[in-house]
């Protein structure tokens, strides 16, 4: 029985170098990667807006598409979070796994976007089409944005282009 708890006592103690990395780990600034998804199917929306859908990432068409406006919006369009929580000092981007270009734009309420069109399927009547912030904020298909740190706070991230897609970023003071 002693021989037992000597090497349970002798196991413990070799384990304890083994766990203090994870520790450290865990009080460690986290880079936290959001998808913006969509599934565009690029033929039909080639017809009206060549190039557009880069690839088809799904099988919406343009005209299933306009169809889901008037019920908010298709769901096949949308932030793969729709909220996060952070530790200050973490930082969050993005990366657009879909087939048509989006924005991650810090918005002070959600709204409208860019596209009146597309603007039908939110009811809110905040107009967020700020080009600078569009510009600024694209996101190609396949590509990532840059990491931000955003402050201690709530933060609402929208896409200027599909508005419906949208997200709450809450980073808690540590």
């Given at each position: 029985?002693k021989l037992k708890?000597t090497v ?11 766990l203090?990395?994870?520790?450290a ?5 986290q880079?936290?990667?959001l ?13 009206e ?7 088809s990432?799904g099988s ?15 769901g096949?369009w949308w932030i793969r979070?729709?909220?996060i929580?952070l530790?200050?000092?973490d ?7 879909g ?11 959600f709204?409208?976007?860019c596209?009146p ?5 939110v009811?809110?009547t905040?107009d ?10 694209l996101?190609?298909p396949?590509?990532?944005s840059?990491p ?6 709530v ?11 949208r ?8």
């Amino acid at each position: 029985m002693k021989l037992k708890k000597t090497v349970f006592a002798t196991l413990a103690l070799a384990t304890l170098p083994l766990l203090a990395p994870v520790a450290a780990q865990a009080d460690s600034p986290q880079n936290r990667v959001l998808e913006l998804r969509d599934a565009c199917e690029k033929s039909s929306w080639d017809v009206e807006f060549p190039g557009l859908c880069t690839k088809s990432a799904g099988s919406v068409t343009l005209s299933e598409f306009r169809e889901e406006l008037a019920d908010g919006g298709d769901g096949a369009w949308w932030i793969r979070q729709r909220a996060i929580g952070l530790n200050q000092g973490d930082s969050i981007a993005v990366k657009n796994v879909g087939g048509i270009v989006h924005t991650f734009t810090e918005v002070n309420q959600f709204g409208k976007g860019c596209v009146p069109e597309w603007n039908q399927a939110v009811k809110e009547t905040v107009d967020n089409c700020d080009f600078g912030k569009f510009i600024g904020t694209l996101v190609q298909p396949g590509a990532s944005s840059v990491p931000e740190k955003p402050a201690v706070g709530v933060h609402k991230f929208q896409c200027l282009i599909h508005p419906w897609m949208r997200t709450t970023v809450t980073v808690e003071k540590s």
